[in-house]
Every structure is written in structure tokens, then in C-alpha cells.
């Protein structure tokens, strides 16, 4: 139960790419109590130290969302905007969202020209994020700014976390919010064993528009071995097939061989044996992935300086880059116990 309630929170947070403090401000008030340092880098990445000998370990986890950001106001009040990651169109439209102003939130609806006033060949066209404006309700660009909108206004879906049937839940940004309860469960598994290792959980920024967070959080840390918890694709659903991804749902945790066709990362030979071992050993339920789509921030960490031993852990979840992400919280949990019973072998490796 503390697993679902710490991803609810963090799912129905808001942050977006740049603009990661809300999530911040969970991860700080859930490990402050466990570990020894909290610090915030130069970029916004949020560090906690769990300080011990060598190997030192970094379990990292980005804090970001896809979302948008406020392009210009019209003179009819209504916003464009740039998407910020990478959205599918079609899932744009017609979607409530929230614009975080220095005034406050405003609600919005994304809105575009009505499928009755177009012609036929429009309507077999693809709507295009750039044909679209939000509609916060202004009567002109005036009344939108004394709102506090204007242009870099950071914009976010406004979805709630809701349970499912079979032990599914959905939400918005479990990509990667997933990810960083992992994290913050495995931080304080890791720092009530006293396993006397020196261990950074790392909540990177801006993963969603380049890497860029855990880029520079591992070239400040320099670890001995890295750990990257993300999301992943299954391939249980209609429109997917087991050539595409042979992952499913409820099936367990996911360890990374390779990831964008080896462009990304091909996960390091002594950090595989390690995670698949441990799995093994404990009966942690666990899949392996070797996919051709796309990377995560264990691409960035590996290329760190000389090099880090990196991993990639991740759980399957179903419509990835929508509101209406989907998992399995027992492919959450079989996350945090790998990296946790990983770090407690992690000398035999490393």
C-alpha cells in the first residue's frame, strides 16, 4: 500500500521538463528521514546520499513529464503552444490541461476546428498539434496575461490516478514517476539494511528533452556502477506484437540488455550477470528486453567520463506518453526489490 500511495502522489504532481520542483519537494520529504545529504546540483537534479565504502552506486530516476509550454497568446486570448517531449498527436486533442502561471493554475481545454465545419478531405487528414490552441476562457490576449500567461508558461495534463481491475492502475507521467518511486522505495530498503556502501538516489531533470540531467549528475558523481529505473513497452495489448515486444504486463520487472537497437545502450556484461543473477536467486519475477525504440537515461550515465557499468530496470507500461499510462503495481514492486537485493551483492561484482 505505501507503494500506491507514494506513485499516486507523485503521478498527480506536476512537472514538467525544466520545471521538475513539485517532484523535488515529494522525493526530499520521503527520504530526508533515511539517508544522510540532500542536495539540489546546478541543474535541478535532486541527490540523496546514503554514504558507505566502495562500490559506490547511483540508482537514478527522471523526475520529468511531457507536457507543453505557452508559445503566444492571440489577440483572442487563445494560447499556442510547443509540445515538450514527444507526444503523439492524436493524443493531444481534446485533452484538460493545466497551466502552472506565477498567478496560480489555470484550466484549459485543448481545442481545434470542429469536425463539422470541415471539409472531407480534412477529415481524413491526421489533426496536427500545430493546428491545435488551448481555450482558457479569455476574452482577449489582455485578459489572459492579468492571468499570469505569457510566453514559457510550463503546461501539464490534468489527469487523476485511478485504480483498475487485476492490480492495474493509470494516471498521467507514470513515465516516470514509476520510475522514481522505485527509487525512493529502494533508498529506504537500502538505508534500513545498513549495507555499508555509498549509494546516490538521483532524481534527474530534463530526461524527456535529451538525457540532459543525468548527464551532468553523473559526471559530478562519478559512480562505480549505475542503475537507470524507467519505464518500458509491453507488447500485451491489441496493435502490438510479440516481434515488437515480447514484455507483458504483471509478468514482473524488466532488465535491459539492450535498448534502441544497441544506439542507446547495450547494458554492461558484469552489471547484466548482477541483476539477472540476483533475480534468479531471490525469484524475483523478472523479463528480459533487448528493444530497437527508444533510451533512457542509463544511455547518458554509461557514456559518463572513462565510462560506468550501467543497467537499466524498468517496469512495462502500457500507452506510454498519454494521460492514461497504465502498470502494474507488482511489476513496481519486483523493481524495487531487485535494486534493493542487488545493492546487497553489489561487492561480489563490482
Same mark, same amino acid.
Request: contains cysteine.
Given at each position: 500500500?505505501?507503494?500506491?500511495?507514494?506513485?499516486?502522489?507523485?503521478?498527480?504532481?506536476?512537472?514538467?521538463?525544466?520545471?521538475?520542483?513539485?517532484?523535488?519537494?515529494?522525493?526530499?520529504?520521503?527520504?530526508?528521514?533515511?539517508?544522510?545529504?540532500?542536495?539540489?546540483?546546478?541543474?535541478?537534479?535532486?541527490?540523496?546520499?546514503?554514504?558507505?565504502?566502495?562500490?559506490?552506486?547511483?540508482?537514478?530516476?527522471?523526475?520529468?513529464?511531457?507536457?507543453?509550454?505557452?508559445?503566444?497568446?492571440?489577440?483572442?486570448?487563445?494560447?499556442?503552444?510547443? #509540445?515538450?517531449?514527444?507526444?503523439?498527436?492524436?493524443?493531444?486533442?481534446?485533452? #484538460?490541461? +493545466?497551466?502552472?502561471?506565477?498567478?496560480?493554475?489555470?484550466?484549459?481545454?485543448?481545442?481545434?476546428?470542429?469536425?463539422?465545419?470541415?471539409?472531407?478531405?480534412?477529415?481524413?487528414?491526421?489533426?496536427?498539434?500545430?493546428?491545435?490552441?488551448?481555450?482558457?476562457?479569455?476574452?482577449?490576449?489582455?485578459?489572459?496575461?492579468?492571468?499570469?500567461?505569457?510566453?514559457?508558461?510550463?503546461?501539464?495534463?490534468? #489527469?487523476?490516478?485511478?485504480?483498475?481491475?487485476?492490480?492495474?492502475?493509470?494516471?498521467?507521467?507514470?513515465?516516470?514517476?514509476?520510475?522514481?518511486?522505485?527509487?525512493?522505495?529502494?533508498?529506504?530498503?537500502?538505508?534500513?539494511?545498513?549495507?555499508?556502501?555509498?549509494?546516490?538516489?538521483?532524481?534527474?531533470?530534463?530526461?524527456?528533452?535529451?538525457?540532459?540531467?543525468?548527464?551532468?549528475?553523473?559526471?559530478?558523481? @562519478?559512480?562505480?556502477?549505475?542503475?537507470?529505473? @524507467?519505464?518500458? +513497452?509491453?507488447?500485451?495489448?491489441?496493435?502490438?506484437?510479440?516481434?515488437?515486444?515480447?514484455?507483458?504486463?504483471?509478468?514482473?520487472?524488466?532488465?535491459?540488455?539492450?535498448?534502441?537497437?544497441?544506439?542507446?545502450? +547495450?547494458?554492461?556484461?558484469?552489471?547484466?550477470?548482477?541483476?539477472?543473477?540476483?533475480?534468479?536467486?531471490?525469484?524475483?519475477?523478472?523479463?528480459?528486453?533487448?528493444?530497437?525504440?527508444?533510451?533512457? @537515461?542509463?544511455?547518458?550515465?554509461?557514456?559518463?567520463?572513462?565510462?560506468?557499468?550501467?543497467?537499466?530496470?524498468?517496469?512495462?507500461?502500457?500507452?506510454?506518453?498519454?494521460?492514461?499510462?497504465?502498470?502494474?503495481?507488482? @511489476?513496481?514492486?519486483?523493481?524495487?526489490?531487485?535494486?534493493?537485493?542487488?545493492?546487497?551483492? +553489489?561487492?561480489?561484482?563490482?
Amino acid at each position: 500500500m505505501e507503494e500506491l500511495e507514494l506513485l499516486e502522489r507523485l503521478s498527480n504532481a506536476h512537472g514538467l521538463s525544466g520545471f521538475e520542483g513539485s517532484i523535488r519537494d515529494v522525493i526530499r520529504a520521503e527520504l530526508a528521514p533515511s539517508v544522510d545529504e540532500i542536495k539540489v546540483d546546478a541543474m535541478g537534479n535532486m541527490i540523496a546520499t546514503k554514504r558507505g565504502n566502495k562500490p559506490s552506486l547511483m540508482i537514478a530516476a527522471h523526475m520529468d513529464e511531457i507536457g507543453f509550454m505557452c508559445k503566444y497568446v492571440d489577440e483572442n486570448g487563445f494560447i499556442r503552444f510547443v #509540445r515538450i517531449g514527444g507526444w503523439f498527436d492524436q493524443a493531444i486533442h481534446s485533452q #484538460r490541461v +493545466i497551466l502552472h502561471t506565477p498567478n496560480g493554475e489555470i484550466y484549459g481545454v485543448i481545442g481545434a476546428k470542429p469536425p463539422h465545419l470541415m471539409k472531407d478531405d480534412e477529415k481524413k487528414k491526421i489533426l496536427k498539434a500545430e493546428e491545435m490552441f488551448i481555450d482558457i476562457g479569455a476574452k482577449n490576449r489582455e485578459e489572459a496575461e492579468s492571468f499570469g500567461v505569457k510566453p514559457g508558461i510550463p503546461i501539464t495534463p490534468d #489527469r487523476e490516478f485511478k485504480p483498475m481491475a487485476g492490480g492495474l492502475v493509470t494516471g498521467k507521467a507514470l513515465d516516470n514517476r514509476a520510475g522514481v518511486c522505485v527509487m525512493i522505495q529502494a533508498m529506504k530498503r537500502i538505508c534500513e539494511l545498513d549495507i555499508d556502501v555509498t549509494v546516490y538516489g538521483v532524481g534527474t531533470v530534463q530526461e524527456e528533452v535529451g538525457l540532459k540531467g543525468a548527464k551532468t549528475s553523473a559526471f559530478a558523481l @562519478d559512480p562505480d556502477v549505475a542503475i537507470a529505473t @524507467d519505464v518500458t +513497452i509491453p507488447g500485451d495489448h491489441p496493435g502490438v506484437e510479440k516481434k515488437d515486444s515480447a514484455l507483458e504486463v504483471g509478468k514482473g520487472t524488466v532488465i535491459t540488455i539492450a535498448d534502441s537497437a544497441g544506439r542507446g545502450i +547495450i547494458t554492461h556484461p558484469t552489471v547484466l550477470e548482477w541483476l539477472e543473477e540476483t533475480a534468479q536467486e531471490k525469484n524475483i519475477p523478472h523479463q528480459l528486453d533487448v528493444g530497437d525504440g527508444g533510451t533512457t @537515461d542509463g544511455t547518458a550515465i554509461h557514456l559518463t567520463k572513462s565510462g560506468i557499468p550501467t543497467g537499466v530496470v524498468s517496469i512495462p507500461v502500457r500507452y506510454i506518453h498519454s494521460p492514461v499510462e497504465t502498470l502494474n503495481m507488482q @511489476d513496481l514492486r519486483a523493481s524495487v526489490d531487485l535494486i534493493t537485493e542487488a545493492t546487497t551483492r +553489489i561487492d561480489r561484482y563490482f
